[in-house]
């Protein structure tokens, strides 16, 4: 009976250790696609004709097609000589809000 009680708390604890992994495995990876969302959308605006404006994308996956959980929304500002581009990824996951944002800034 003492063996059949400590396997069952033995089994509860490598199920919240499982629980806890999994949940860090998908933010890790959400975060990284994150990322990569941003650093499309800033290289794209890097390149461009620098000209002030701002925009969004809702409902993106991590290639930036239709149909995934990400919002991308973009910001560029038009400095002397130079553009600031902002690029803001948010998505939620278990209910709370994550955003990533990416800064940078290019010659005009």
Avoid: C, P
């Avoid at 199920?15 to 994150?34: C, D, F, K, L, P």
């Avoid at 499309?40 to 097609?65: F, M, P, V, W, Y």
């Avoid at 991308?72 to 400095?79: A, D, F, H, K």
Wanted: aromatic share 6%; proline share 0%; glycine share 10%.
């Amino acid at each position: 009976m003492v063996a059949l009680l400590l396997t069952a708390v033995a089994v509860m604890g490598l199920i919240g250790v499982y629980t806890a992994q999994s949940r860090a495995s998908s933010n890790t990876r959400h975060t990284s696609e994150a990322a990569v969302l941003a650093q499309d959308k800033l290289e794209q605006l890097r390149t461009q004709i620098a000209a002030a404006g701002s925009g969004s994308e809702a409902s993106i996956n991590e290639r930036g097609i239709a149909t995934g959980v990400f919002t991308r929304r973009w910001t560029v500002t038009l400095g002397t000589g130079y553009a600031d581009v902002v690029v803001t990824i948010t998505w939620s996951e278990d209910g709370v809000a994550r955003q990533f944002v990416l800064r940078g800034r290019r010659s005009t």
